[in-house]
């Protein structure tokens, strides 16, 4: 955790080489951007997108090292192309070939490793930014690479990689994955939710509206779209447009965005409103994750409760069961009808929640850790600070139950013995723990 403190707080502008000269630069000092609402945040970010654009932004994370061998890698190193080709290599009859963005991430490795696993070609992309503990990203990494998956190193903002990566392979699909996630953290870093799930997602939505052809395109939004509506359980048509938290309204911008390209460009997408994901290679900034690190050094937790000493509770998804959805969204995938960076007829334009449709009390989830762990938590209950999370999350998993098939079949008790498993397998007892 104490990585993620030193991240600079300055507003990062994608694409900042050319401040210096922009007459932009002396009308943003004389405006904390702290100020803005929420909103005018986010259409802050997508103007400057547009304004500051540039062949190679670095992330808000990378550090000076990851940028240098991102600049040096040439793009035009045949052994670096031969690479990718080699990853892409679809081993099945009607095999997909799919950028997968955030593979190092915990959803995006699982989903990785079950596409090539049935013969699918795969590419990674992934900045391997420092938000959470990085040698986790390179253990995943290494683990894709066994199964002859490539994780290219690079930034989603970065165009004339994305090209050249769609210049290499003809992508049939994108799995995206890649953000910045977390809710308590966008108040820290705001600037980092709007480099990758704005800017990010608009550069990737324009490289895939030039590419011939153009491929389908699967990506994550959030169950935190949700934001503020109470009415449980949450269905699809349900009211989104009181997002709770920056990150929950970079994601609704997300879906807003989405909508736009398909309706343009006739890119066929699909967003996956994921409900709490949990499991093996998870991700150390969850609670499920650092109350297990934190119960087996002895070190108290904190359980919130809502107002009026009400529960929270979370709909857990296990990583199988997300996994599952993601491979059923690309499969069911209609092709995207534009060509030559034009739309030719309506193309798909689908959200789904994924979720486990059984909600948990948080102390309920701690109550399974100490029996797993076989340690009692000490625990402090606190008051759910009005921050961005929300007390409660229910899908209503109908939609997706119909069109995909998806149907979760892993409950917390289960999922989480799995989680343990591998928590202890791969930190061991305590000893060496999580940072
Ligand atoms: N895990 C959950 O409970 C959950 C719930 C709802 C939505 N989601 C969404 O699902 C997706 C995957 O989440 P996850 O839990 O695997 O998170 P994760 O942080 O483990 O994975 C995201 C990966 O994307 C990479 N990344 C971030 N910004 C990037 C950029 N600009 N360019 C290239 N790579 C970049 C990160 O290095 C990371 O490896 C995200 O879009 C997230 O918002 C997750
Ligand atoms: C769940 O969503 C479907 C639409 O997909 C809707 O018809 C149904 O009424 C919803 N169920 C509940 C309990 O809200």
Redesign the pocket.
Known sequence: MSQMKHIDNIPSTPGKFKMEKSPYNRWRLHFSLAKLTFWSFVFLGVIFMFFFRSPSPP?P?SSDLSRRSLRTSSYDDPAWEKRIKASAKVRSRNGMSVLV??????????VSSALKRRGDGIVG?????D??D?SL?RA?QALLERSGVYIVE?????VALLKKLFDTVQFTHVM???????VRYAMENPS?YV???I??LVSLLEVCKSANPQPAIV??????VYGLNSKVPFSEKDRTDQPASL?AAT?KAGEEIAHTYNHIYGLSLTG???????GPW??P??AYFFFTRDILKGKSIQIFEGANHGTVARDF?YIDD?VKGCLASLDTAEKSTGSGGKKKGPAQLRVFNLGNTSPVPVSELVNILERLLKVKAKKTIMKLPRNGDVPYTHANISSAQRELGYKPTTDLQTGLKKFVRWYLSYYGNGKKSAQ
């Open positions: 992330s994370h963005t955030g593979a190092a991430g915990f959803v995006g490795t699982h992309l992934d900045n391997f930014n938000y959470y990085q990203k995943r690079g930034d989603i903002n970065d995206h994955l890649a953000a910045q996630a977390g980092s480099h990758s799930n800017a990010g990506w994550a939004s959030s169950s935190s990150y994601k996956l409103r994921f409900f709490t994901v949990y998870g991700r900034d969850m998804t997300i």
